[in-house]
């Protein structure tokens, strides 16, 4: 009898032992190269967070250790300054136009409406620090961000995102990628064959409109990690309508070749089509100043209801 009740022990023990064994492996498995540990769920732009602990005991970390954990070169963010956040405050600020917010003294959001500019450079956000517990959450941004939104510090014990004790941003100088359109638009005229009449133009909103009498044409810069929507806006020469469509772009790989597509709609309210299209992408510098009908992409003969642009990134003049 005690024989048997030895051997129901060591069976037992065993099977402890090769469950505490799974749990283990459980845990190496969310566990990355350097040992950091990644957590559920990514933020709005799809970036999951790294958690890291930092050198020191409070859990801070710094844009150096960012660097290294993602084998990046030494140098390769501009860190910004840790601030503190306290009852509901931060303590410090951000460099001018990059704007934060904070909800439920948890979820951090960050926007930029154009590059910041440090000492006459132009940059992005590289990485997030979002500090909370003893751990922070680092979200990085491969090609720099505008924007994004929902990120927390690390969870605590009860599973919930800790509070937020302190945010860094690391910045990385800016390549930004600018998008700019001019559109014609006709309305479909009734009669036995299919024809159309021009009735005016749209073109892309955002930054650098001038209400001044003219075209009334603006840029929006690309976000690699963001939701890329843009209004495309109904003018004249002496006002400027509203919107009555989107400009949608986005970018993706296909056989090791980077494209950049970007997708022209009509709202369903409005009875237009697209007439004669003409697309900018590149450099800001190189919008600048340029007339439209030089722009490198364009459709020109053909209505639609809808237009698809589809650009290798090797055609894009940065």
């Known amino acids: 009898m005690k024989k048997m009740m030895y051997l129901f022990a060591a069976l ?25 540990e990644t957590v559920l769920p990514p933020s709005d ?4 967070p790294v958690v890291l602990e930092g050198a020191n005991n409070g859990g801070n970390v710094t844009c150096a250790e960012v660097a290294a954990e993602f084998d990046l070169e030494e140098g390769y963010f501009l860190c910004g300054d840790k601030v503190d956040y306290t009852d509901g405050m931060f303590a410090g600020e951000f460099p001018d136009g990059l704007n934060v917010e904070v909800k439920d ?8 409406d154009a590059p910041v500019i440090i000492e006459g450079v132009e940059y992005v956000v590289g990485a997030a620090i979002v500090k909370g517990g003893n751990s922070a959450n680092v979200y990085f941004y491969p090609g720099g961000s505008m924007g994004d939104k929902n990120l927390t510090a690390p969870l605590n014990r009860s599973g919930k995102p800790a509070g937020l004790s302190n945010l860094t941003f690391c910045l990385v100088k800016a390549n930004p990628l600018v998008i700019a359109l001019k559109t014609y638009l006709a309305v479909p005229v009734a009669g ?3 024809s159309y009449k021009r009735i005016g133009w749209a073109v892309s909103g ?3 409109v001038s209400t001044e009498y003219g ?9 690699f990690n963001g939701n890329n929507e843009f209004d495309l806006v109904k003018a004249t020469l002496g006002a400027i309508e509203g919107p009555v469509g989107t400009i949608k772009a986005s970018d993706y790989w296909e056989e090791n070749e980077h494209f950049l597509e970007v997708v022209l709609e009509i709202d369903e309210a409005y009875n237009f089509v697209f007439d004669d299209t003409y697309l900018y992408v590149g450099s800001l510098a190189g919008y600048e100043g340029r007339w439209y009908k030089a722009f490198p992409w364009s459709v020109e003969g053909i209505f639609a209801g809808s237009r698809v642009f589809r650009i290798n990134f090797d055609e894009i003049t940065m």
Do not use: P, R, W
Not at 28 to 34: A, E, N, R, T, Y
Not at 45 to 48: E, L, Q, V
Not at 105 to 112: A, D, K
């Open 215 to 223: 075209l009334h044409m603006g840029y929006n810069y690309y976000d």
């Open 45 to 48: 732009a799809g970036i999951t």
């Open 192 to 194: 036995e064959q299919v």
């Open 206 to 208: 955002g930054l650098g």
């Open 105 to 112: 003294g948890v979820y951090v959001s960050f926007s930029l």
């Open 12 to 36: 037992v023990m065993a099977a402890a032992l090769g469950s505490c064994q799974q749990d283990d492996n459980e845990i190496v498995l969310k566990k990355g190269d350097s040992g950091s």
